[in-house]
């Protein structure tokens, strides 16, 4: 099973910040979704990122797949409190049955 | 509505007493997934099934069975059930094995 780590895994910043969370891993995967997922409540896809180098926004957040589609990043910017929550990353590998998922960074933005 | 509907919610019960968590999906999907959450350890795939009747084991699949005898459902199977299973559980189902995941709510087991 391919490996991902995020970091940070917790981060708690007060309401209009930006911040980076980071997806990493040494193998190469075929598309990298993220999900978002809150207290009581299963994760939710925010987005698939599936070219090397390939940038999707979804509103303030923006997703970047990493050139050698080994990495990502999610971009918030100016953080609300409805952003708070866990936030997952998970690689498809090339060939399998499989996603891996990362550890999840949690997010908590403060009023 | 779209949805992956797992029962129950909570699950409080013993060690050895059989259990089964039922998953039901309403969109047709072909593939669906058992995983476990737990801190500091993220999302581990269980068992996975790519269609009816076909099985597979994912990361974590000892102490656990499940069965795919239709296409909406899903249960996952615990024979005996142990304290090191207490543990958060999702099911969820996609179109195709690395297609996105469509989450249930969860079930929080307890095995005391």
């Known amino acids: 099973t391919q490996l991902l780590e995020q970091s940070p895994q917790f981060l708690s910043i007060q309401e209009g910040e930006n911040l980076t969370v980071y997806c990493n891993s040494s193998s190469v995967f075929s598309s990298l979704q993220w999900y978002r997922q809150e207290p009581g409540e299963g994760p939710v896809l925010l987005v698939t990122v599936v070219t090397g180098g390939e940038v999707k926004k979804l509103k303030r957040l923006t997703f970047q797949f990493g050139d050698a589609r080994k990495d990502s990043s999610l971009h918030i910017t100016a953080a609300q409190p409805g952003d708070t929550g866990l936030y997952l990353c998970?690689?498809?590998?090339?060939?399998?049955?499989?996603?891996?998922f990362g550890e999840g960074t949690q997010l908590t933005v403060n009023p | 509505e779209a949805q992956v509907t797992q029962n129950p919610r909570y699950l409080i019960t013993v060690t050895g007493k059989k259990l089964t968590v039922t998953c039901s999906q309403n969109m047709n999907h072909e593939y669906m997934s058992w995983y476990r959450q737990d801190p500091g350890l993220g999302l581990r795939q269980i068992y996975y099934?790519?269609?009816?009747?076909?099985?597979d084991k994912g990361d974590v699949p000892e102490g656990y069975k499940v069965s795919r005898k239709e296409k909406r459902n899903f249960p996952l199977i615990l024979e005996s059930p142990s304290p090191n299973q207490t543990s958060l559980y999702f099911c969820?189902?996609?179109?195709?094995?690395?297609?996105?995941?469509?989450f249930g709510n969860g079930t929080r087991l307890t095995v005391t």
């Open positions: 998970a690689g498809a590998e090339a060939s399998g049955s499989r996603l891996t």
């Open positions: 099934s790519m269609n009816v009747e076909v099985t």
């Open positions: 969820a189902s996609s179109y195709g094995d690395n297609s996105p995941l469509h």
